[in-house]
C-alpha cells in the first residue's frame, strides 16, 4: 500500500521530505517523526558507523543532490545501488531505513521503466555485505539480476492471467533488454481492455 500511494503521488523526483514520509509510515508511530535525534548503532557494520543525528539533514540533502544532479551519467541499476548503500550507511531513521531505501529503489527503478526489485532472504546477507562495504559494483549486479528474474516473473504472471493469445508478446519483451515494461503493460490492457 505504501508504495502504491508513492505512485499515485507520481512525484518527477522523490524528496527528502517523501523520504520522511515513507519512513514515517513504515516506523508507524513507534519513533519520533522525521530524521533521527539520537545516535544509532547498526550491529552487523564492520565497516561504517553511521554519522552524528546532527549531520543527517544535510547528508540527506547532499545525497539527493548527487542523485537527482550529479550521477545522471550512470547506468540505472549503479545509479540505484549507490544510492541505496550511501542511504542506509547514512541511517537518516532510529529504525526501517533498508526497508524506506528498498521503497525508494523500486520507486526509482519503475520510473526508469525497469522491475522491481526483491531481496529473497538467502540474498540477505550478501545484501548487507555489499552496504558494509560499500560495494557498489556488486550491489549493481544483484539489483540488474533481481530486477531482471522479477520481470520475468511479472511476465508469466500476465501470461498465465491473459492466456495464450499474447505468447509470441511475453516472448519479444523476455529477449528485448531494453523493453520498456511500462509500455508492454499498457498496450495489452488496452488490448484487452482492462
Known sequence: MLF???????????????????A?????????????????????????????????????????????????????YEKEAKFHIELIRIQPFEDGNKRTARIL?????????????????EQTEQYFKYIDEYDVDKMTELFKQNSKQEFNVMLNLYQNICGDSIEQDVEEAKTDNDVKLYKFIKDKRRKFGD
Open 4 to 22: 502504491y500511494s508513492i505512485l499515485n503521488k507520481n512525484p518527477d523526483k522523490i524528496s527528502p521530505y517523501d523520504l520522511i514520509e515513507i
Open 105 to 121: 529503489t523500486n520507486f526509482n527503478l519503475c520510473k526508469n521503466n525497469k522491475a522491481p526489485i526483491v531481496i529473497n532472504k
Open 24 to 76: 514515517n509510515i513504515i516506523n508507524n508511530g513507534f519513533y519520533p517523526k522525521g530524521f533521527r535525534k539520537t545516535q544509532v548503532n547498526v550491529r552487523k557494520a564492520n565497516n561504517f558507523f553511521p554519522i552524528a543525528a546532527k549531520n543527517v539533514p544535510n547528508a540527506i540533502y547532499s545525497l539527493f543532490n548527487a542523485y537527482n544532479n550529479i550521477w545522471n551519467d550512470l547506468d540505472v
